[in-house]
C-alpha cells in the first residue's frame, strides 16, 4: 500500500486564510441549516435494519442512541469522503476529456462535488478520521490516482455513481431530518445526471486489453467489499455493547438480513453494467462468482 494517498489525505479540517472562506462562502451559496442536531435522531433503528436485532433491543436507552449516532456518523462521513473524492475525480477528469464539452461538463459536476461536500458536512460538525481505515475510501482514492479515462468512466461514472442514487434514495427514504432529505434529494438528481453522462461516454468495445485487465482486477477488490455485506453495524453495536463472540456476529448479521442485502446491492451492480452493455466485464466478475455475497460462516472468521 501506498505511503500517501493525494486523492484520500487532503486534509480534512484545513485551516485556511479567512479571505479564502469568505471568498468559498459566497461562491457556495445559501448555508444548509440541519433541523436536527443529533446524529442519533437523523434515521430510526429501522434505517439500519435494526429493529429486529435482540442486542438492539435488549440495549439501554442510552446505548441504543450511541449505536444509532455511530451507524449515522459513519455513514454520513462516507458520503463525505465520497462527496471529496468525487471533486479530485472530477478535475481528474476535466484534464483527461477527448473534447471541449466533455472538458466544460467534468467542469460542472466538479461544482456539484464541492456542493455536495458543503452540504453533506452541515450534518457533521466534526470529522473523525476513521476514513483512513475505511477500505472503500482507500480504494477509491486509489482508482481515482491511478485509473486513465476508459476504465474511470466506467468504474466511477457508470457504476459508483449510479451505484451512489441507490444508495443515497435509501438514506433518504428513510430520512427524519426534512433538511437532509432535501439535501440527498439534490444530490440524486445531481448523480442521476452524473451517471447518465457515463454512460454515453462508455462503450466497452474501446477498451484496451490493459484497460479491460485494470477494471476487472479493480472491481473484483471492490464487489468483495459488497459481498461482505453490512458488517460495519457489527462495529456500531460493539461500541455501545462491548465485544462480540463470533455467534453473536452471525446472529446479528443474520438478523439484519445482510446477506441479502448484499445480494440486492450485487444486483443493482450488475443491472448498471448490464445498462452499460459491459458484457465482457460481467463474464469475467461472473468467472469469480462476483455477483453472490459471502455466507455469514466466510464473512466472520473463527
Ligand atoms: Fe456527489
Ligand atoms: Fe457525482
Not at 214 to 230: A, E, N, P
Not at 244 to 265: D, F, M, P, T
Amino acid at each position: 500500500m501506498k505511503s500517501q494517498n493525494l486523492i484520500v489525505d487532503v486534509e480534512v479540517n484545513s485551516t485556511s486564510s479567512t479571505d479564502l472562506t469568505n471568498l468559498l462562502k459566497r461562491k457556495l451559496g445559501e448555508k444548509t441549516i440541519p433541523d436536527i442536531s443529533e446524529l442519533s435522531d437523523l434515521w430510526g433503528a429501522d434505517s439500519f435494519d435494526l429493529q429486529t436485532v435482540d442486542l438492539f433491543k435488549e440495549a439501554t436507552l442510552s446505548e441504543k442512541k450511541m449505536i444509532l449516532e455511530d451507524c449515522a456518523r459513519t455513514r454520513l462521513e462516507e458520503a463525505y469522503h465520497i462527496e471529496k473524492s468525487g471533486m479530485a475525480f472530477t478535475s481528474k477528469m476535466t484534464l483527461l476529456a477527448d473534447t471541449l464539452d466533455e472538458r466544460k461538463l467534468y467542469c460542472q459536476f466538479s461544482a456539484d462535488e464541492a456542493n455536495h461536500l458543503e452540504a453533506i458536512s452541515a450534518f457533521l460538525p466534526n470529522i473523525s478520521d476513521n476514513y483512513k481505515t475505511n477500505p472503500f475510501i482507500q480504494l477509491l482514492g486509489d482508482i481515482i490516482s491511478t485509473g486513465s479515462r476508459r476504465p474511470l468512466i466506467f468504474i466511477i461514472q457508470v457504476l459508483l455513481e449510479g451505484w451512489g442514487i441507490d444508495h443515497y434514495q435509501g438514506m433518504f427514504n428513510t430520512c427524519h431530518s426534512i433538511a437532509l432529505g432535501e439535501v440527498l434529494s439534490k444530490i440524486i438528481k445531481d448523480e442521476a445526471g452524473h451517471h447518465g453522462s457515463g454512460l454515453m461516454l462508455f462503450d466497452e468495445k474501446e477498451m484496451t486489453p490493459t484497460e479491460h485487465k485494470y477494471v476487472v482486477d479493480t472491481l473484483r477488490i471492490f464487489f468483495q467489499m459488497v459481498q461482505v455485506g453490512s458488517v460495519g453495524t457489527l462495529d456500531s453495536i460493539e461500541k455501545a455493547r462491548g465485544d462480540l463472540s463470533r455467534s453473536q456476529k452471525i446472529g446479528v448479521l443474520h438478523q439484519i438480513e445482510s446477506q441479502e442485502n448484499a445480494n440486492r446491492k450485487l444486483k443493482v451492480l450488475k443491472k448498471l453494467m448490464h445498462k452499460a452493455e459491459s458484457n465482457r466485464i460481467i463474464e469475467e466478475l461472473e468467472k469469480y462468482n462476483c455477483f453472490s455475497a459471502f455466507d455469514y460462516q466466510t464473512v466472520v472468521q473463527g
